[in-house]
T-cell receptor, first 111, second 116 residues
Framework: RKEVEQDPGPFNVPEGATVAFNCTYS??????FFWYRQDCRKEPKLLMS???SGNEDGRFTAQLNRASQYISLLIRDSKLSDSATYLC????????????FGKGTMLLVSP | EAGVTQFPSHSVIEKGQTVTLRCDPI?????LYWYRRVMGKEIKFLLH????????ESGMPNNRFLAERTGGTYSTLKVQPAELEDSGVYFC??????????????FGPGTRLTVL
């Protein structure tokens, strides 16, 4: 079983749509959780951290369910510029970070 | 402020040759990480430096890979001799505070290595 699993997509949505990505992780001792965004042939960039209480940043909402070992990302009012690969990332350690990545979910937003 | 930089951006070598990748972290970041993405796979952790010391090298695939960070500034990752399966994108990342597991890691643009 992979440590972090994501649906690879692609998710094809029109501008303005709402889209949700899910991710599961296998290690119940995981400490911290993130969504990174990666554009084609670019480096991953932190989109948002995911906290137990859930958190929102503009059009983006992230949720964490520790009991189910499940993380989600909701994007509202999709923009063309949201087209990218979204990486679910987990940190297994407390005290220092060695990130474990999912393979990513590709999002394509069309006009 | 300059971000994480990596050199070269691309490298094409033949099997059996040696390649050295370089990473310059963000100034003042004590933590430096190497990751690798092999085609079709997820990004995987290789190792973590705190200043010049190796904190965790559990992800290094084998002894053909040697990472150094002399003086605690830039780091090099040498592959010797390179094999076909070493092809991929090698990312470097740095972060400031290792005591917070939510501390952001900033990634460099990566070095795309192709072994023929």
């Amino acid at each position: 079983r992979k440590e972090v699993e994501q649906d690879p997509g692609p998710f094809n949505v029109p501008e303005g749509a709402t889209v949700a990505f899910n991710c599961t992780y296998s290690n119940s001792a995981s400490q911290s959780f993130f969504w990174y965004r990666q554009d084609c042939r670019k480096e991953p960039k932190l989109l948002m951290s995911v906290y137990s209480s859930g958190n929102e940043d503009g059009r983006f909402t992230a949720q964490l369910n520790r009991a189910s070992q499940y993380i989600s990302l909701l994007i509202r009012d999709s923009k063309l510029s949201d087209s990218a690969t979204y990486l679910c990332v987990v940190n297994l350690n407390s005290g220092y970070s060695t990130l474990t990545f999912g393979k990513g979910t590709m999002l394509l937003v069309s006009p | 402020e300059a971000g994480v930089t990596q050199f070269p951006s691309h490298s094409v070598i033949e099997k059996g040759q040696t390649v050295t990748l370089r990473c310059d972290p963000i100034s003042g970041h004590d933590n430096l990480y190497w990751y690798r993405r092999v085609m079709g796979k997820e990004i995987k952790f290789l190792l973590h430096f705190v200043k010049e010391s190796k904190q965790d090298e559990s992800g290094m695939p084998n002894n053909r890979f040697l990472a150094e960070r002399t003086g605690g500034t830039y780091s090099t990752l040498k592959v010797q001799p390179a094999e076909l399966e070493d092809s991929g994108v090698y990312f470097c990342a740095s972060s400031q505070d290792q005591t917070d597991s939510y501390n952001e890691q900033f990634f460099g643009p990566g070095t795309r290595l192709t072994v023929l």
